[in-house]
C-alpha cells in the first residue's frame, strides 16, 4: 500500500502548507503518488486533491483504458472520464470552488495553468514541488528496489559495452546502441545517452554526433533511462588501446573523489560536505578548475531532483535519500573524465546501488 501512504503523507504536508488542493497533471509527481503518468496532451489529465475529500482523477475517457487497476492502488480514488465535448477545466474549478490555496504541478503546461487560475479566481497557486518535493526525496522500500532494478539493468550495458568495438564508429552510432540495450535489458524508456569523444569529452553535456571514434579516443558515456517509472543513471569512460599515463593518472584521482563523496554521504551529512569531499580530492590533484559542476543529483521517477549535492546545500542528507554521485574532470580541447554511481543513503551507511566496474574500459 505505498501509493495509499503517499497520498496520507501528502494530505499532512498539504496541512501543514495551508494548501487546500492539489493539482497534478503530466510529469512526476502524478506517477509517484499513484502509479498512473499522464499522457502530455492537449487533453486535460489531473488528479485533484483536497484535504477533505478523497481524490478525483478528472481524464480523457479515451485514455480511461491506461488506467489499470489505480483504483486499488489509491483508495478512495474516483475516477471522472470526459468526453470530447466536454470542460475538463470547468469541472476541475467545480471541484475545487474556494480554494484559497492551490499546488500545481511542477509540469503542468501553461496553457493549462492559466486556464486553472481563471477556473480557480482568489486562489493562491504555488508550484506541487512545495507539497512534494522533500517527501519524493525521501525512497520508501519499494522505491529503493526500483531504483535497484533500474541500476542492475545498466551495469549490464555497462559491461555488455566493454566488449564491444568503439573504434571506427560515430557517436551517434554508440548513442544508438546504448538506447537499444538499455531496453533490451528492460528499461520501458532510455532519457538519455551521451556519447562524448575525444576533445568533445571535455563538454560534460555533449549531444552524441557525427564524430568517427578512432584509436588512443578517450570516450565519455553517460545514459539512463526509466524501469518501472524509476530512473537509472550511469557514467563509466571506455579507451580505445591502452590509455596513456595522464589518462590513467587522471582517472585514479577521479576513482578516489568518488569514493570519498559515497563515504561521506552518510545520513546528517548537509549536501555541500559530499560535493566538498569529491571536489577536495580533484583540488589536491590541481584539477580544480576543471571539475565545471556540482557532484550530483537525487534521483526517483524524475532523473534529476532533490536532493542536490552542491555547495550551498546545508540540508542534512535523510535516510532514504537516492542520489547520484558524479564527479568529473574535463580538459578543455583535449578529453573529459566522468564517474558516476547511484548511493541511497542508510541508517548503517551510503549504499550504491551500481556495481559495475569502476576502471577505465580498455576497448577496441
Ligand atoms: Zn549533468
Ligand atoms: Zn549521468
Ligand atoms: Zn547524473
Known amino acids: 500500500m505505498a501509493h495509499a501512504a503517499r497520498v496520507r ?3 499532512e504536508r498539504m496541512d501543514d502548507l495551508g494548501v487546500e488542493v492539489l493539482l497534478l497533471s503530466t510529469g512526476p509527481d502524478l506517477p509517484w503518488l499513484t502509479g498512473y503518468e499522464a499522457t502530455p496532451l492537449e487533453r486535460l489529465t489531473v488528479l485533484v486533491l483536497g484535504r477533505g475529500g ?15 487497476d489505480i483504483e486499488d492502488r489509491v483508495p478512495g480514488l474516483t475516477v471522472r472520464p470526459w468526453a470530447e465535448t466536454d470542460d475538463p477545466v470547468a469541472l476541475v474549478g467545480e471541484l475545487g470552488r474556494g480554494a484559497r490555496r492551490v499546488a500545481v504541478g511542477d509540469h503542468t503546461w501553461a496553457r493549462f495553468v492559466l486556464a486553472l487560475q481563471d477556473a480557480l479566481p482568489g486562489a493562491a497557486f504555488v508550484p506541487s514541488s512545495t507539497v512534494t518535493a522533500g517527501l519524493r526525496a525521501v525512497k520508501d522500500p519499494a522505491e529503493v528496489d526500483a531504483l535497484r532494478a533500474a541500476a542492475r539493468a ?13 573504434a571506427g564508429r560515430t557517436e551517434h552510432e554508440v548513442h544508438r546502441e546504448l538506447v537499444e540495450r538499455m531496453l533490451a535489458r528492460g528499461h520501458q524508456e532510455a532519457n538519455f545517452a551521451i556519447v562524448a569523444s575525444g576533445e568533445n569529452g571535455a563538454s560534460p ?13 578517450v570516450v565519455v558515456c ?9 530512473c537509472s543513471d550511469v557514467t563509466r569512460v571506455y ?7 595522464e589518462v590513467a593518472d587522471t582517472w585514479a584521482v577521479l576513482v578516489d573523489a568518488q569514493e570519498a ?11 555541500e560536505t559530499v560535493d566538498a569531499a569529491a571536489r577536495g580530492v580533484i583540488e589536491a590533484a590541481g584539477h580544480g578548475e576543471h571539475f565545471v559542476h556540482r557532484t550530483g543529483h537525487g534521483i526517483g521517477v524524475e532523473a534529476h531532483e532533490e536532493p542536490y549535492l552542491v555547495s550551498g546545500n546545508t540540508a542534512p542528507i535523510e535516510a532514504g535519500n537516492a542520489f547520484s554521485v558524479e564527479p568529473g574532470i574535463y580538459l578543455p580541447g583535449r578529453f573529459g573524465l566522468r564517474l558516476e554511481d547511484i548511493v541511497v543513503a542508510t541508517p548503517s551507511g551510503p549504499e550504491r546501488l551500481n556495481s559495475a566496474p569502476r576502471d577505465l574500459a580498455v576497448v577496441g
Request: aromatic share 4%; charged share 30%; hydrophobic share 35%.
Open 205 to 217: 553535456h555533449h549531444d552524441p554526433g557525427s564524430r568517427r571514434i578512432g584509436d588512443g579516443d
Open 154 to 166: 545498466v551495469d549490464a550495458v555497462v559491461v555488455e559495452m566493454r566488449d564491444r568495438p568503439f
Open 239 to 245: 579507451v580505445v588501446g591502452e590509455p596513456p599515463a
Open 222 to 230: 553517460d545514459f539512463g533511462g526509466r524501469r518501472d517509472l524509476y
Open 261 to 271: 563523496a559515497v563515504r561521506a554521504a552518510t545520513v546528517g551529512t548537509p549536501g
Open 54 to 68: 478523497e481524490p478525483v482523477l478528472v481524464v480523457p475517457e479515451l485514455e480511461a483504458p491506461r488506467l489499470g
Open 9 to 11: 503523507r501528502v494530505r
